[in-house]
């Protein structure tokens, strides 16, 4: 009986702990969007590529090792 004049009290402290950590939570946008990042991530990307990047990979199409067509080899 007198444990339970320590859980009580407790219970009800981790109650309010765990109340304000979802308030936070909520207040800084944790919830917002659920399902924007699943669905971005499997759109295609339209942009193009860097020009470093598509230098390395024309490089790669034709043959020829990375860095090679910056010295004009």
Wanted: glycine share 8%; proline share 7%; hydrophobic share 40%.
């Amino acid at each position: 009986m007198e444990s339970l004049y320590i859980l009580i009290p407790l219970s009800v402290l981790l109650v309010f702990i765990i109340g304000a950590i979802f308030w936070w939570s909520v207040r800084s946008g944790q919830y917002d969007d659920m399902e924007g990042p699943a669905y971005r991530m499997l759109m295609d990307d339209r942009d193009e590529p860097a020009p470093a990047a598509r230098d390395k990979s024309s490089a790669k199409q034709n043959g020829q090792p990375e860095g090679a067509e910056r010295q004009g080899k």
